[in-house]
């Protein structure tokens, strides 16, 4: 399932493997990312929305805008360029900033050198396509779950991954600005900090609701009015929207598809149900008639039991429309792009097996990928492509 690149002959330098004098372990490596297993080819684009009715609640002085990018089944590929997973400025600020919460993670990496597997600006596939919206973990940027993005795009979906700036280690704009973590605190220590993160996920996932709709009835949203790849707005389908989001960005999709009657059904990855002072999220306080699954990691729920309380509250209100998962001998970003990036870098010698169980788990990418990769779609599959 994976690609063979340097990192596995660098592992074997390092091991010894009967060299003599073997080098020092490099400061980066070639990551590569688990290509798609669905039938169809992958395209890429980016758009830049604008929101200027709203602050920007990081940036007052400003209004707010956001980055997203959508992958969408392709109808050709040929020709056009392979999308890095991030740009190099994006991959240069998240190295700077990401080693300080996560000093597991190399400090010298080179980010912007992974590759995706989705061809930027292809023509869209014909027909109409589902859409699922994407929101990412506090920190992360919106392209570090490409892999589930490509899985459900190589099979027929058209994803909207968003970024929320002023939240990611790392987001650029079509005019080379860059922008990295600027929340003025911890949010997971302060619970006015909590929430205003949660809002501003469920207002950025309004707006770009929004602008997929506008899209969809044949608008062009990007700010610059960029030109779209061929046939983009002509393949969304509004009549069928799920939403997946992870960490906090699974707490902010659980609560979108609450208050927005246009999504659904949604996927929760390891997000909390309530606030840090314990009140619960509203979806979790009353209940949905809508499909939502709960999807966790078994040594990230066993360290952190806040999940159960707000899991069972949930449960209980809507035993009928809630579902549950557990991938065993796995942590939290095991449901990310780092499932397979950690174990790589720990062959490599740039992270070590403490670091990796932290990140993913002991748990083979092998089996942690396809798993995943399978129960979202099963569930998308189900609520999102037939909806109801």
């Known amino acids: 399932m994976f690609r063979r690149t340097s990192v596995f002959f660098a592992a074997l330098l390092i091991a010894g493997g009967g060299v003599a004098g073997a080098a020092e372990p490099p400061v980066s490596v ?36 956001l980055m997203a990018t959508v992958f969408y089944p392709a ?45 930027l600006g292809a023509p869209v596939a014909g027909g109409r396509h589902p859409v699922v919206l994407y929101t990412p973990g506090l920190g992360d940027p919106r392209t570090f779950n490409s892999g589930l ?12 991954a968003m970024d929320h700036p ?5 987001v650029e704009f079509p005019d080379g600005r860059t922008r990295g973590f600027q929340i003025p605190g911890d949010p997971g220590r302060t619970p006015e900090l909590y929430r205003k993160v949660i809002e501003t996920r469920l207002a950025d996932a309004r707006f770009v609701l929004g602008r997929v709709l ?50 659904d059904a949604a996927i929760n990855l390891e997000g909390y149900l309530d606030y840090i002072e314990g009140d619960l999220l509203p979806i979790a306080a009353e209940g949905t008639r809508r499909p939502l699954l709960l999807f966790g990691t078994e040594d990230y729920q066993k360290e952190y039991p806040r999940f159960g309380r707000t899991w069972r509250a949930m449960l209980a209100k809507s035993p ?17 792009d780092f499932a397979s990036m950690a174990p790589q870098l720990q062959a490599a010698g740039l992270m070590t097996a403490q670091g990796r169980n932290a990140f993913v788990g002991a748990i083979d990418p092998a089996v942690s990928v396809p798993t995943v990769r399978a129960r979202v779609v099963a569930f998308v599959d189900r609520y999102v492509r037939r909806s109801f």
């Open 30 to 65: 070639p990551l590569s990312l688990p290509a798609p297993s669905g039938p169809g080819q992958v395209g890429a684009t980016t758009l830049h929305l604008v929101d200027g009715a709203r602050k920007d609640p990081w940036r007052p002085d400003a209004v707010r805008e």
């Open 320 to 336: 009928c429309r809630v579902s549950e998962s557990t991938l065993g001998d796995a942590s939290h970003w095991a449901l990310t």
């Open 214 to 263: 506008a899209l969809a009835a044949g608008q062009n949203p990007d700010a610059e009015r960029r030109p779209l790849p061929n046939g983009l707005g002509r393949a969304l389908d509004p009549r069928r929207i799920g939403i997946v989001g992870h960490s906090a960005g699974g707490a902010a999709a659980s609560e979108a598809m609450h208050e927005n009657p246009a999504i």
């Open 149 to 160: 993005a490509e899985e459900l795009a190589s099979r027929g979906y058209v994803v909207v």
């Open 75 to 119: 109808r050709s590929v040929r020709g056009y360029p392979v999308m890095p997973q991030l740009t190099a400025k994006e991959g240069k600020l998240f190295g700077e900033t990401a080693v300080i919460p996560h000093p597991e993670l190399p400090p010298k990496e080179d980010w912007a050198a992974t590759m995706t597997h989705s061809r």
């Open 166 to 170: 002023g939240e990611t280690f790392a």
